[in-house]
């Protein structure tokens, strides 16, 4: 049996769709500001001395495990910045200026 070259296509394209989910469906656009947001409110917590093991993330209950994965990584460079900022001597850097960095890092594509 022959099987047309659309069918095998749209084959093939199955398993990459089932892994498909809010982080790999957004722009680059969003994702910078979503990354940029997540480490902000890690430097917010940061800053009112929680430690990132107390920082709770309340999921919905339908994520994939690219999307917690996705953002534990991100809240987690978000407490490494601060921790950075702190070690630095920098202390008092305000959130917004951890999430602006962040961004540009993103658009730039490059890290912290």
Known sequence: MRVPTF???AL???PWAARADRITSMTPEERCVYIARLEA???HYFSQGKARSEVQ???HGDETANEIEFVSKVIDEGYRAMEREAAAGRTGVPAEVIGDRAYTAC???RSL
């Open 57 to 59: 993330i309340h999921w």
């Open 7 to 9: 069918l095998a296509c």
């Open 41 to 43: 409110v890690a430097a």
């Open 107 to 109: 658009r730039s594509e």
């Open 12 to 14: 093939l394209c199955l």
